[in-house]
T-cell receptor
Framework: GENVEQHPSTLSVQEGDSAVIKCTYSDSASNYFPWYKQELGKRPQLIID?????GEKKDQRIAVTLNKTAKHFSLHITETQPEDSAVYFCAASRGNTPLVFGKGTRLSVIA | DAGVIQSPRHEVTEMGQEVTLRCKPISGHDYLFWYRQTMMRGLELLIY????????DSGMPEDRFSAKMPNASFSTLKIQPSEPRDSAVYFC????????????FGPGTRLTVL
């Protein structure tokens, strides 16, 4: 089955700097790659997703890139703000199978 | 729609007691998922349903865990008997068309087994 590895497990950045979180997946048939943000004590919520027919997607300060050949995808957050501090999860799916989540990255944005 | 609803939000019980967690998915969603979240193991998928039918329960840790979905608007996760290692946050999530679309998570139930 699918296996998703996520790095780093923790990440600290200065406010205004960029943050990058990387994930690799094992199933070459996976075609849907969402990212979830979980604030402390809250539920995970989708922030951006990408499907296998595109290589990059942007939404304001966040972007996701996908390299299907290498089987990895990344989340990029620019101009980080304190409210970006949270745990971020990547996930992968074939579409007809449930999402497989990475272990999460705890991002701390230091003001 | 109010989103995915879970109850109770917090549950404290003693080892050996039966625990029942409840979930109401978003109306119209055909998939329902139960997850367990701990610091050590992250987000674990326990079981998921499609159109009220259990599809894969391979993530259920032991026979002490069971889940049902009697209709499209209600699901339960039961632990009997509960043990301290079951302490975790349990999330229910629902989606339309399974793993190819956004999963909407409920607020979670924080379970503490003493």
């Amino acid at each position: 089955g699918e296996n998703v590895e996520q790095h780093p497990s923790t990440l600290s950045v200065q406010e205004g700097d960029s943050a990058v979180i990387k994930c690799t997946y094992s199933d070459s048939a996976s075609n849907y790659f969402p990212w979830y943000k979980q604030e402390l004590g809250k539920r995970p919520q989708l922030i951006i997703d990408i499907r296998s027919n595109v290589g990059e997607k942007k939404d304001q300060r966040i972007a996701v890139t996908l390299n299907k050949t290498a089987k990895h995808f990344s989340l990029h957050i620019t101009e980080t703000q304190p409210e970006d501090s949270a745990v971020y999860f990547c996930a992968a799916s074939r579409g007809n199978t449930p999402l497989v989540f990475g272990k999460g990255t705890r991002l701390s944005v230091i003001a | 729609d109010a989103g995915v609803i879970q109850s109770p939000r917090h549950e404290v019980t003693e080892m050996g007691q039966e625990v029942t967690l409840r979930c109401k998915p978003i109306s119209g969603h055909d998939y329902l998922f139960w997850y367990r979240q701990t610091m050590m193991r992250g987000l674990e998928l326990l079981i998921y349903f499609n159109n009220n039918v259990p599809i894969d329960d391979s993530g259920m840790p032991e026979d002490r865990f069971s889940a049902k979905m009697p209709n499209a608007s209600f699901s339960t996760l039961k632990i009997q008997p509960s043990e301290p290692r079951d302490s975790a946050v349990y999330f229910c999530a629902s989606s339309f068309l399974g793993g190819f679309n956004e999963q909407f998570f409920g607020p979670g139930t924080r379970l503490t087994v003493l």
